[in-house]
């Protein structure tokens, strides 16, 4: 685990330096700054600067500084539209993310609610009811089989009294 956790840390420290180097290099030319173009010319996801505020800092710090000679500090249309469609879209999915969760929630409380009440059958009592419905029909059938072989086993009875009485008239 360590060892893991270490190449992580290395791998975090090598794209730092990309980044500070890039932005370095970036604040020498006259292009703009945006996270954006710096996450691609450092070759690292935007969410990197985003989860270190130092670096995101230091981007918004360089992007708003007064230009120095030479340097051209205008920050373009099209990179504020980008950040807003952006920031539009994320608070979509977070929005659909969170009614996804509120449904959730809301049946979960339901449930819980409904139970509580005792309105409802639990589901293993509702289960068990089936069963109890099912073993009284198998029952009530059984009993009419027995009820059919009494009276069968009575009117064999009869007949074996009636053959020994015409048995014993007849000795």
């Given at each position: ?20 180097k ?14 954006s ?9 935007r ?14 710090a360089?992007a ?5 000679e030479g340097?051209i ?5 099209a990179s ?7 920031a ?43 069963r ?16 059919e ?19 014993n008239?007849?000795?």
């Amino acid at each position: 685990m360590t060892s893991m956790n270490e190449g992580r840390r290395a791998d975090s420290a090598r794209r730092r330096e990309r980044v500070l180097k890039t932005l370095d290099t970036m604040l020498r030319s006259d292009g703009d700054i945006t996270v954006s173009g710096l996450a691609r010319a450092a070759r690292v996801d935007r969410t990197f600067l985003y989860r270190h505020r130092d670096l995101l800092e230091r981007v918004h710090a360089a992007a708003t500084a007064p230009p120095e000679e030479g340097r051209i500090a205008a920050v373009s249309r099209a990179s504020f539209q980008a950040d807003l469609a952006n920031a539009v879209e994320r608070n979509k999915r977070l929005a659909a993310r969170i009614h996804q969760l509120e449904k959730r929630l809301s049946r979960t409380l339901g449930e819980a609610a409904w139970a509580d009440s005792g309105l409802g059958a639990a589901a293993d009592i509702d289960q068990l009811q089936r069963r109890i419905t099912m073993l009284e029909q198998k029952l009530a059938a059984k009993q009419g089989e027995l009820e059919e072989r009494t009276d069968e086993l009575e009117a064999a009875r009869n007949a074996n009294r009636e053959i020994t009485r015409a048995l014993n008239k007849r000795l």
